[in-house]
Nanobody, 123 residues
Framework: QVQLVESGGGLVQAGGSLRLSCTAS????????MGWFRQAPGKEREFVSG????????DYGDSVKGRFTISRNDAKNTVYLQMNSLKPEDTAVYYCSANDRTFTRVAGLVAYWGQGTQVTVSS
């Protein structure tokens, strides 16, 4: 079992930045691929970014490429999502995810979820 706790959400103006953190406990963090998804009201949960267990494979959703950066610190059991140039359409609840070794872009295939953190971008 893996427990995931997100932090760092909040209210920011368009063009601003936020950094989300997700700290894991349970099985060794270094064996997990980590990811971020988001869900806006009335919309499906969508893939934002993922990083493999080794850090050697990283991917981003098309809508955040060039603006968001994912990273992981295995010594701190933490994955980060640096979000720059935020837009109102980035407003959503952001969820941390974990899977064994390889991350998935499909929400239905995620093994573990965090509780979510709200990000609101004002225009």
């Amino acid at each position: 079992q893996v427990q995931l706790v997100e932090s760092g959400g909040g209210l920011v103006q368009a063009g601003g930045s936020l950094r989300l953190s997700c700290t894991a406990s349970g099985r060794p963090f270094s064996t997990y691929a980590m990811g971020w998804f988001r869900q806006a009201p009335g919309k499906e949960r969508e893939f934002v970014s993922g990083v493999s267990w080794s850090g050697g494979h990283i991917d981003y959703g098309d809508s955040v490429k060039g603006r968001f950066t994912i990273s992981r610190n295995d010594a701190k059991n933490t994955v980060y999502l640096q979000m720059n140039s935020l837009k109102p359409e980035d407003t959503a609840v952001y969820y941390c995810s974990a899977n064994d070794r390889t991350f998935t872009r499909v929400a239905g295939l995620v093994a573990y979820w965090g509780q979510g953190t709200q990000v609101t971008v004002s225009s």
